[in-house]
């Protein structure tokens, strides 16, 4: 079998160029062409997410996802989809425990209306009162529907308070409804003023794009923009897990479940690569670990997946289970346990790194082909990492993890004692 080497890998996956520049203002920019179709996307990442609110005034970076969307000094209420639409285009945004990011997708064509839409939403305050009050309305309806009267919803808020105890990792990332109604137009004028300024920021251009061009449409709309003003941002420490905290939440569902969570280290270090190569041995796929011992050997669950968070200051590994009806909760934790020890007892095959290895390589191969997500992935290294040669290099880090650094990573990070157990069990 031919060796997989650094080499080989980079010559076997093609890499991406891209050119960077920044603004006088501050407004770091990532370009990169590609012709394949005539459109273009553009992702515009504000270094700011839940972990960066005012405890007691929480879910404002949420908040602002939706607001940005409901008019800016020139561009009323309810017209900014509407223009978009028009000339073909579309646009979304997310918001994550440490970034709020904004995307663009168009004709490439129509290039310059997405930089004249994107530019108002910062170059000035256009929110109103009334747009405000729409916008926390819908900020609940969303809570009830996806958190209050969904099942399993309330897992992030209830394992993040018990993950972390000082940081603003400790709070979900939609906040507090009651601090939410509280947020005056002042405290939304004043966050705008923080955190959403060119200094604070990072615009990736993905498509069918000239460079020059391109530069010159984000100079003319961009350019004048003030830079911001300078801020310390809050610290992220928090204090170690050092017994296992234990909790049962009843809630409105049929099956039990069980969801554990340990802390990790932030994404991009190496341990966080190990962590998501041993993610995938567990459950990635009928053959992994956990799905084909729980699921259908064993039939204990419905459902079990395992997760990597790779946040800006930490980690978290998940797994999550949906227990059949019937069967035996403790068992489920017994098997679990087994075949974690299984794995700090070094018994990894060569079989199954190598299939994730193959996994990793599909994954990044296929990843390069929307224009949407490439801006997304550009926007990310940026703020993280200012460093976007990741974008061809990091499938490396992950090829690169051998058997020794996943069975280090676990005996480090999966213990008992570190962890946090959620036992989600149905209304009588």
């Not at 080497?5 to 203002?25: G, R, W």
């Not at 962590?275 to 039939?299: A, F, P, Q, T, W």
């Not at 650094?405 to 069990?425: C, E, G, M, P, T």
Request: aromatic share 10%.
């Amino acid at each position: 079998m031919k060796q997989r080497t650094a080499e080989n890998i980079m010559t076997a996956i093609p890499s991406i160029e891209y050119k960077e520049h920044k603004l006088d203002n501050g407004l770091s920019i990532v370009m990169s062409r590609n012709t394949k179709i005539p459109s273009a996307a553009i992702n515009m990442t504000y270094h700011v997410g839940s972990k960066d609110e005012e405890p007691g005034m929480t879910g404002l970076a949420h908040l602002f996802e939706h607001l940005m969307f409901e008019g800016s000094p020139n561009v009323p209420k309810g017209k900014f989809d509407e223009i978009l639409n028009n000339n073909g285009g579309d646009s979304n945004a997310y918001t994550t425990w440490d970034t709020t990011s904004y995307f663009i997708c168009l004709p490439s064509s129509h290039l310059e209306i997405a930089f004249w839409l994107d530019s108002d939403r910062i170059a000035g305050f256009g929110i109103t009162e009334e747009a405000l009050e729409v916008q926390k309305d819908v900020v609940m309806e969303e809570k009830l529907m996806y958190v209050d009267n969904s099942p399993y919803g309330s897992v992030e808020e209830e394992s993040a308070k018990r993950l972390f105890n000082t940081s603003g990792y400790r709070w979900p990332i939609i906040g507090d409804m009651d601090e939410l109604e509280k947020a005056t137009i002042d405290d939304i004028r004043i966050f705008h003023k923080k955190f959403y300024a060119p200094s604070n920021a990072v615009l990736s251009v993905v498509g069918d794009i000239d460079y020059d061009e391109t530069l010159n449409l984000i100079e003319k709309y961009y350019g004048s923009i003030s830079p911001g003003q300078s801020f310390e941002r809050p610290g992220h420490d928090d204090v170690d897990i050092e017994s296992e905290q234990i909790a049962d939440i009843i809630d409105n569902i049929h099956l039990e479940g069980k969801f554990i969570f340990y802390r990790i280290p932030e994404s991009g270090s190496k341990d966080y690569y190990a962590m998501n190569m041993l993610s995938g041995i567990l459950s990635e796929g009928e053959s992994s670990r956990l799905v084909n011992k729980l699921e259908y050997e064993l039939e204990l669950v419905n459902e079990i997946d395992t997760a990597v968070y790779g946040l800006e200051k930490t980690g978290v590994f998940a797994i999550s289970s949906i227990i059949l009806k019937g069967k035996s909760s403790e068992e489920v934790q017994k098997m679990i346990d087994l075949s974690i020890e299984d794995i700090k007892n070094g018994n990894i095959s060569y079989y199954e790194l190598e299939k994730m290895k193959n996994r990793v390589e599909t994954y990044f191969s296929s990843g390069r082909q929307s224009i949407i997500g490439l801006a997304d992935k550009f926007s990310f290294l940026k703020t993280f990492y200012n460093d976007c040669d990741r974008i061809n290099a990091e499938v490396v880090n992950y090829l690169s993890i051998t058997r020794d650094d996943i069975v280090s990573a676990a005996n480090k990070f999966l213990n008992k004692n570190q962890r946090v157990v959620l036992n989600y069990l149905p209304k009588k």
